[in-house]
Structures are given as structure tokens and as C-alpha cells.
């Protein structure tokens, strides 16, 4: 009776792996931000794991691997969302986002603070699911991912002008519907 053996992954695919799901989280914030659907989001990381994984040899250690991660995924979202055509309503039902932002609230909140972050979080998510997607993924990626203007660029293949004139665009677009959350007034002069 012959042994069955388990495959064993080769030791540089293994690390690859390793190094990856630390950026699961990430990926998985990026994903809902694009998708605005839960369940979407979910389909794009693992998508986004599987096609990283099936080219992991094209990975260049010591590079930023948070970058080449996140450019999969937004490169399948625009794959699968642009060329189909697919568009989701910004009225659809509200998704329930993980808790991801939950999570983030400070070490010892009180019941008014967690709240007031739970409250300001959703406002956020509603106001970036109204602003056009080139827009939402600059934001998504430079001020809510801590890539930097050369990183995004690369990310969503365009130049660093690119990226900082949607950033100025989407920033006030995100502005002008938080604007009677926060209280922002227009300066008129």
C-alpha cells in the first residue's frame, strides 16, 4: 500500500505567501472601497490572492510587495468592472462593512467616542461611494492606504500629475458631500 504525500509548497512560493496575507486587511479595504459591495470586495482579494500566487516568481523581493498586491487587485477591478460595463447604483442598499473600522477606533474608547467614529467612519464610506471611481481609488490609495503619489501612480498606470489633480478633485468632491456633516463653509473671494 503506497504512502500518500502531502505537496509541499517550494520554500521561496511559501515566503511569498507568508509575506502577502500581511497585507489581506489592506487589500480587503481597498477592494470595498472600488466595489462598494462586500461580497465584491471579498471576490477581488481572493482573485487579487490567486493571480499574485500564480505569478509570485515575478515578484521582486526587497520592492514593495503592498504596491504589487494592490495593483493586481485594482487592475482585475478595472478589468472586470470597466470592460463589462458593470455599474453599481450608489443608492443600492447599504453594505455593512466589516469591522475593520471598528477596529480602528482609539485604545480605551467610551460608548460617545465609539459612536461618534462608527457614525464619522459611515459618513465617509457613503460620501466616497458618490464620487467616480478614478477619483475614489486616488483617494483610497493615497490618503487612506499611506501609498505615496509615486506608488499610486504606478498603481493605477498613470503619471503623478495625474494622481495629484485627482486627488484635488476627489478631496473636494468628498468635501462638498461632508459638508453639512462637518460643517464645512465655501470660502467665496
Known amino acids: 500500500m503506497g504512502v500518500v504525500r502531502q505537496a509541499k509548497l517550494p ?6 505567501l507568508r509575506e502577502a496575507v500581511v497585507h489581506l486587511d489592506h ?12 461580497s465584491e470586495a471579498q471576490d477581488l482579494v481572493q482573485e487579487t490572492f490567486a493571480r499574485a500566487l500564480a505569478a509570485y516568481d515575478q515578484f521582486k ?3 514593495n510587495m503592498k504596491a504589487w498586491l494592490t495593483k493586481i487587485l485594482h487592475n482585475f477591478f478595472s478589468d472586470r468592472f470597466h470592460t463589462s460595463k458593470r455599474w453599481i447604483s450608489v443608492d443600492d442598499s447599504r453594505n455593512q462593512e466589516s469591522d475593520q473600522w ?10 460617545e467616542s465609539h459612536v461618534l467614529s462608527r457614525e464619522l467612519n459611515s459618513q465617509i464610506t ?21 501609498f505615496s503619489y509615486e506608488e499610486a501612480a504606478e ?30 463653509k465655501k470660502n467665496r473671494g
Open 11 to 16: 520554500a521561496a512560493r511559501e515566503q511569498f
Open 27 to 38: 487589500l480587503y479595504r481597498v477592494a470595498f472601497h472600488l466595489a462598494k459591495d462586500q
Open 61 to 63: 523581493l526587497g520592492t
Open 102 to 111: 471598528g477596529r480602528l477606533a482609539a485604545e480605551n474608547p467610551g460608548p
Open 126 to 146: 457613503d460620501a466616497l461611494r458618490k464620487i467616480p471611481e478614478e477619483f475614489r481609488a486616488s483617494i483610497v490609495l493615497v490618503d487612506m492606504s499611506d
Open 155 to 184: 498603481i493605477l498606470s498613470c503619471t503623478i500629475g495625474t494622481i495629484r489633480s485627482r486627488l484635488s478633485r476627489g478631496r473636494r468632491l468628498l468635501r462638498q458631500h461632508l459638508k453639512n456633516y462637518i460643517g464645512v
